[in-house]
C-alpha cells in the first residue's frame, strides 16, 4: 500500500488562520477568448496546458518507460509546488475569474458570451478527459457544469449559497469536442432560497437540461 508524506496531501494549507471565505464569483470582470485563452499570463498559459495535458492522458497509451518517466517528472512537480502551498483564500487555483472556468481543470472550461445578474450565456467545450465512451460526455461532467455556472450567477454579487439540490435532465448525447452553448438563468428567489435553471445545445439540438436550488447561508454558517 502507497505510504503518502504530508507534502501529498491535497488539502495542505486549509488549517491556514486565515480561512477561505466565498469571493465574490459574478461573471462581470470575466474577459475571456475562446480561442486564446492564455495571452501572455503565466498562470493562464499554465493551467491551460494542464487541461490539454489531461486531455493527452485521457488519450494515449503510452508504454512503460513513458509512463515511469512522467510519473518521476510529475513527483518532482508535486514536491517542488508543495512548498509554495498557501491558504485557500490566496490560491489561484478557481480564484482566478478573468479566466475561463475560473482558472481550474475540476470542470469544462465556461466561456462567457453574455452576462448580467439574472442570467448568463457562453459557451464550453469538453476535451477526452470528460469522455463517458463512444464519443459521448460522461454523464456526470454535465451537472458538474451546471453547478459550476449555477453557483457564479447566483452568488454573485449576493450573500453566498450553496447547492441544496441539483436536478440535470440528459435530452441526448452532449459530444466530445465541439462547441456547446450554454444558457443559464435565475428563476426565481423565495426568501434565502434561489432558484435556477439551464440549457446545455449543440446547434439547434438540446442535450441536457437542469434546474437547482441554492440556499442563502446565514452569518457564519460554512
Same mark, same amino acid.
Given at each position: 500500500?502507497?505510504?503518502?508524506?504530508?507534502?501529498?496531501?491535497?488539502?495542505?494549507?486549509?488549517?491556514?488562520?486565515?480561512?477561505?471565505?466565498?469571493?465574490?464569483?459574478?461573471?462581470?470582470?470575466?474577459? %475571456?477568448?475562446?480561442?486564446?485563452? /492564455? +495571452?501572455?499570463?503565466?498562470?493562464?498559459?499554465? @493551467?491551460?496546458?494542464? !487541461?490539454? &495535458? #489531461?486531455?493527452?492522458?485521457?488519450?494515449?497509451?503510452?508504454?512503460?518507460?513513458?509512463?515511469?518517466?512522467?510519473?518521476?517528472?510529475?513527483?518532482?512537480?508535486?514536491?517542488?509546488?508543495?512548498?509554495?502551498?498557501?491558504?485557500?483564500?490566496?490560491?489561484?487555483?478557481?480564484?482566478?475569474?478573468?479566466?475561463?472556468?475560473?482558472?481550474?481543470?475540476?470542470?469544462? %472550461?465556461?466561456?462567457?458570451?453574455? /452576462? +448580467?445578474?439574472?442570467?448568463?450565456?457562453?459557451? @464550453?467545450?469538453?476535451? !477526452?478527459? &470528460? #469522455?463517458?465512451?463512444?464519443?459521448?460526455?460522461?454523464?456526470?461532467?454535465?451537472?458538474?457544469?451546471?453547478?459550476?455556472?449555477?453557483?457564479?450567477?447566483?452568488?454573485?454579487?449576493?450573500?453566498?449559497?450553496?447547492?441544496?439540490?441539483?436536478?440535470?435532465?440528459?435530452?441526448?448525447?452532449?459530444?466530445?469536442?465541439?462547441?456547446?452553448?450554454?444558457?443559464?438563468?435565475?428563476?426565481?428567489?423565495?426568501?434565502?432560497?434561489?432558484?435556477?435553471?439551464?440549457?446545455?445545445?449543440?446547434?439547434?439540438?438540446?442535450?441536457?437540461?437542469?434546474?437547482?436550488?441554492?440556499?442563502?447561508?446565514?452569518?457564519?454558517?460554512?
Amino acid at each position: 500500500m502507497t505510504q503518502f508524506q504530508q507534502s501529498d496531501d491535497p488539502t495542505l494549507g486549509l488549517g491556514a488562520d486565515r480561512p477561505g471565505g466565498f469571493p465574490d464569483q459574478g461573471f462581470d470582470d470575466e474577459v %475571456a477568448d475562446l480561442t486564446d485563452p /492564455a +495571452g501572455l499570463d503565466p498562470y493562464a498559459e499554465m @493551467v491551460t496546458n494542464l !487541461r490539454s &495535458f #489531461l486531455d493527452y492522458v485521457a488519450a494515449a497509451k503510452p508504454d512503460d518507460l513513458v509512463l515511469t518517466r512522467l510519473a518521476f517528472d510529475l513527483a518532482g512537480w508535486r514536491d517542488r509546488l508543495a512548498a509554495d502551498a498557501v491558504s485557500e483564500r490566496e490560491q489561484l487555483f478557481a480564484h482566478r475569474f478573468d479566466l475561463p472556468g475560473r482558472g481550474q481543470t475540476m470542470s469544462p %472550461a465556461f466561456v462567457v458570451r453574455d /452576462a +448580467g445578474p439574472e442570467r448568463v450565456t457562453g459557451t @464550453v467545450r469538453y476535451g !477526452r478527459y &470528460f #469522455l463517458g465512451g463512444n464519443g459521448a460526455v460522461h454523464g456526470g461532467a454535465i451537472p458538474l457544469l451546471f453547478d459550476e455556472v449555477f453557483g457564479r450567477l447566483v452568488n454573485g454579487h449576493r450573500t453566498p449559497s450553496r447547492t441544496a439540490y441539483l436536478r440535470a435532465d440528459y435530452r441526448a448525447v452532449t459530444p466530445v469536442g465541439q462547441v456547446l452553448d450554454v444558457d443559464v438563468w435565475v428563476e426565481r428567489i423565495d426568501g434565502r432560497k434561489r432558484y435556477v435553471r439551464g440549457v446545455l445545445k449543440h446547434g439547434e439540438t438540446v442535450t441536457a437540461e437542469a434546474e437547482a436550488l441554492f440556499v442563502e447561508l446565514r452569518p457564519g454558517q460554512p
